[in-house]
């Protein structure tokens, strides 16, 4: 259990900048998802941090240590791949055990260890398995044990859910968030999923190639987006954008409020019109697709109780000036 | 290899024809083995007053006792302890250097790595037999006429095992890698710990194909062992007619080219699957 | 291909690629090296110095009648031998494919020559073939068929390229198998329901989607027939008669062991270096080719 901080870590392939510089101070036991869409650079931080790479130019620390120069092993960090990267002839204990085994603890003390965390991950039944007579759920969860019994100071995942289906997805988020707790070690998760950065994170770093254009909670990022960039990522059904134009304003700047800020209304009233395209009910809810008059694709959420416009019919569209957030030519938040 | 359905025309008379086909094509390829076969359990006097025979005699034990114990210029026994012996060495020697230097070239850069890869890459290319005369030379310069490391090493000297790990361990994983790493293996124990069981199936059915392509060696057994009791006995056997009129000792000389032919078919068959596997693997 | 991930260091990797760095060195290299240089130099009667004679060796063997006729015989040595032995395995192939139990068990016993070293393969066919006390020889005499293939040079021939091709048939017929049960079945039989017999489906549909295969193993067969076949041909013929089978490889060896004749034997290794890289360019042209579909 330790602190981590990146101080102005940055990373170049040759001449190409992949990561920018980007500084965090990752408290002791506090869960931090880095998101982004493919080819931000978040895995390559993480792996960074994991000593997988070389770090270009910054500081990597874990408990105030400067680790930039140590392999992997010494880093105290464990890891969880995407593939999982089960080592294919080994059965499950000796998966969970082989980095004990290199570090020469002694047997008894490895047997504990493995059949511990065996026993949390509900793995006791499989020790003997190969991975491949797995289920994909059930080697998530080794590759989860094989992290647990080096007891790291920092957890490393990697896109840990994206190979499992929907539904055993929203299980293994939940389960990995309260293992987390209850073991309190300090842990940074990369995804691309915004639900699962949402959902699991103490606080999200966003990416958006190579640089962390916002760090913070997962509610402050959402209802406080730094840039435009964030302001679309992160939420979903995506923040609505307009140009000034289209509201009879001037100016570059570009208008983001988000699908559950606006109202339907009247046509002619509001502040703005547009017709509407199709309907998605989705029972509690229901969604409003609409096209301006510029083509603009705009996205309303309402209550499900609310009245649906019929497609084609025209409606005007409201919004309190309040839940109006602005960017300029560059996407900053004005 | 699939099992799939026939098609109507398969039924009747027309399986019966594709057995026939068969039959008589396993026929043409058995026909001398069998023939070797009975000449090695009959009796000398049968063999120089054709027709010989076409099923087995009595003397097989005589023939073979004879072959094994005392042969014609070496005992064939002494002969088949050598071809083992060298067909191992080739086998275990190409796995083992082949093994090491693909994965230094597919897990490590280093300077020079490019260059390496492509000399022993055009190895590919030359078979021992282009190159007799001046590889005689360099072991006769070392000493090594007459010895296993002669009739080893230079048989070692090919990229085709080198190729097919390397092949393999692109297949691998990085994760797995990343992961050793992570778990505080260095490089060797990655390779012993992780890599060397991944490849067991790799390793076993090019030795298969190491062990027939080491024991069936002639030309070069033929230049580096003048020395009877070093004689392999694949080319042991050409050593045993005799020149000139004489008549050859056909019960021994068929019994050594049956000794000659059972391990390679022992491996070979015993171990089909692998074997096929890793023919079609090794020349695709 | 490069690996994302690699591990650091110089000198372990450089110690791991050591060995298989010597052993090519010093049995491969430095002997191709020298065969190049002394196909340059003509050793003096004494064999106590070299003479330079630049390209002379090379322009004494093309012009030499001997090496000459021994290029043609290869030519057709190797030509018979891989038609031959392609043919047979092709059409057991295509039997053992069209059953749909058993298959296995034929596959088992055709693979036997497979391990059968050529030179022994050599010594079975001239057992059979002997002219003393040949089975086949004894038989064929019988039908007032004289067999001599010591004296007669197209019977010498075709003795080496039986033999030869017999021990080749094993491999042709698992890589003809693999291929024909490769080809969809559906396809086979959607042709079958367009009412194309057994020979129109072959030709059109089977044969090509075969030729991949088929066009692998003409190179690889013809490498075989040129080098492989040394044991063979040493067995069975020595060469002759009036050196009517003797091939390259036979010839190399031949003038070099037995002749002493080390420049123009190291001549003829470079030529045959050349050959064998141009099979193999066309080989590896071919595997890409291949990698690309």
Known sequence: MATLTLNNVKKSFGKTDVIHGVSIDVEDGEFIVIVGPSGCGKSTLLRMVAGLETITDGEVQIGGRRVNEEEPMARDIAMVFQNYALYPHMSVFDNMAYGLKIAKVDKAEIADRVNQAAKLLQLEPYLTRKPRELSGGQRQRVAMGRAIVRKPAVFLFDEPLSNLDAKLRVQMRLEIRALQRELGVTALYVTHDQVEAMTMADRMIVMNGGVADQIGKPLEVYANPATEFVAGFIGSPPMNFLTCGLIGETGDDRIGIRPEHMRLADAGEGRLNAQAAFCEVLGAETLVHLRCVDGTQVTVRQDAAKAIPDEGTNVGLSWAGANEMRFDSNGQRI | ?284 | MEKRVTFKGIWLPLLLVLPQILITAIFFFYPAGQAIWQSLFIPDPFGLSMQWVGLGNFEYLLSDRFYRASFITTAVFSILVTVVSMGVALYLAILADRLIKGSGTYRTLLIWPYAVAPAVAGVLWLFMFNTRVGVVTWYLGLLGYDWNHVLNEGEAMGLVVVASAWGRISYNFLFFLAGLQAIPRSVIEAAAIDGAHFWTRFRTIVWPLLSPTTFFLLVVNIIYAFFETFGVIHTITSGGPQQATTILVYKVYSDGFVGQDLGSSAAQSVILLVIVSLLTVIQFKYIERRVHY
């Open chain 2, 1 to 284: 290899m699939a099992e799939h359905t026939g098609m109507v025309e398969k039924r009747g008379a027309g399986l019966w024809l594709t057995h026939l086909g068969l039959i008589i094509g396993v026929a043409f390829i058995f026909f001398p083995i069998w023939l070797a076969f009975v000449a090695s359990t009959v009796s000398q006097p049968e063999i120089v007053r054709p027709p010989m025979p076409l099923l087995p005699g009595d003397q097989f034990f005589e023939n073979y006792s004879k072959a094994l114990t005392a042969g014609i210029n070496a005992p064939v026994a002494l002969m088949l302890g050598n071809s083992l012996f060298m067909a191992l060495g080739i086998a275990i020697g190409k796995i083992a250097i082949s093994l090491l230097s693909a994965f230094a070239i597919v897990y490590f850069k280093f300077p020079g790595k490019k260059l390496f890869f492509w000399l022993i890459f055009l190895t590919l290319m030359l078979p021992v037999e282009v190159r007799i005369v001046p590889t005689y030379e360099v072991i006769a310069n070392f000493g090594m006429l007459n010895s296993y490391q002669g009739l080893i090493l230079p048989l070692i000297a090919s990229a085709t095992a080198t190729f097919l790990f390397r092949q393999f361990f692109m297949t691998v994983p990085d994760e797995l890698a990343e992961a050793a790493r992570v778990d505080g293996a260095g490089p060797m124990r990655f390779f012993f710990d992780i890599l060397l069981p991944m490849s067991r199936t790799n390793i076993a059915a090019l030795f298969v194909i190491l062990f027939i392509y080491g024991w069936n060696q002639y030309l070069w057994p033929l230049l580096i062992t003048t020395d009877p009791s070093m004689n392999t006995i694949v080319m042991g056997i050409k050593q045993m007619f005799p020149s000139g009129d004489d008549i050859a000792d056909w019960p021994v000389i068929m019994a050594t080219s049956i000794l000659a032919m059972v391990p390679p078919v022992i491996v070979v068959v015993g171990m089909q699957k692998l074997f096929i596997r890793g023919l079609v693997e090794s020349e695709k």
